[in-house]
């Protein structure tokens, strides 16, 4: 009969993620994001998953498991980890989820968050999400947030949760924390009555319906610091994600308390590492600037995308660019970074573009540095024309620069001569005052053909 504590060890001795026991199955666990059998263990009955979750569940849970047939509760693995457990049946036996909840809280750096997200732990007021598909780290990130508050706020920290997944130490702040089920029934009811209570900063573990967001959006109006997460990926779809669960009427509404109120939308995900040992995250962050205010509040949610790739200077960035940053270093594949990619195509471009700006030329091509300026193709912007009796390939001399005198052609062959004058022709006598041909004009001489030369009247130079 197996033991479901020799299996929680076994989680968190190869650093397991999750641990799934199903009727038909041997005990399965995701490590890194891939699902593995635990070796040595047989197919499970419902006898053997029915013992273990008698192993764990309080007996509040055990009826509400089978009154509801399903049941969320958090449990302490003596001081190694937390579980997050979630049990509920299936074809008419008892099935278990166990999420491993890390005793050790991540820093800003180890998630892979700059200082502005830090910024942004500093607010007085409005609402912080982390967005992201379940299994995406949302929880860690809340927790490091906390956590970095806690150590840096005088404040009230109350916390709403379902079930309790990190516990935080009194540091500088207080730290009340709910489960909803045990210390309060909903997490909406759960805001509310928070109100009452001194709070400076609110956690919702997850806006689930239309109440929980309500009262969320009504306590960041009401001058608190709120923070909570929802199961949508990007900024853009967050914001209509919100909008769209309330009733018509009521929508334009919300989205000018959004635009007013919303902080930050930190949508994220878990991709594996190279070599399948990790994963890392890979981030798209969107400030709420005046601009992306009034796109929320004019309905111009798409256009939030391109403010987000634009808006780097205010601590935004792109998803995609996230992604090229992980491939550049060699953290990812390419291949995953191009599945998970809005855009494929411009990672793709971009990749091409760093490899061609990495000084890798061509294995005959020579190198440009000290090399002369060619002249521009004939036709094209900048090509000027050849001047007469210009050999083929000569190159054209800057204005102002005399051509040179062509040396020898090749061996055996004379210098180039000036071109002999046709038979008959008598070069013209300089005019008075005008220099010999092949004389430099004198400074301040005009030149021919200017008014004020000599021997032409002044307005008669015309042609």
Known sequence: MPDIFELLDYVVENDGSDLHLIVEDPPTVRLHGRMERVEGYAKLTPEDTEKMCKQIITDIKWDELQEQRGADFGIAFGDKARFRVATFFQKHSIALTLRQIPNRLLSFEQIGLDEHIKKLCFEPRGLILVTGPTGSGKTTTLATMIDFINMNRDSHIITIEDPIEYYHQHKMSVVSQREVGVDVPTFDIGVIKALRQDPDV???GEMRDLETIAAAIRAAETGHLVLSTLHTTGAARTVDRIVDVFPVD????IRTQLAGNLKAVISQLLI??????????AFEIMITTPAI???IREKKTPSITSAIQTGMRDGMKALDDSLLAHVRRGTIEKEEALRLADRPEEIIEKLSEGTQGDGKQGKHAPSQQGAPPQPAPA?????SAPAAGAQPGAQVPPPGQQRPVQGPTGPGQPSAQPRPAPPGYQPRPPQPGQPAPGQPAQPGQPRPGQPGQPGQPPGNNRR
């Open 293 to 295: 205010g009034h796109m």
């Open 202 to 204: 609110i956690l919702v």
């Open 272 to 281: 594996p590492k190279v070599g399948g040992k990790g994963r890392v995250a």
């Open 379 to 383: 036709g094209q912007p900048g090509a």
């Open 250 to 253: 009521q929508q334009e509404q």
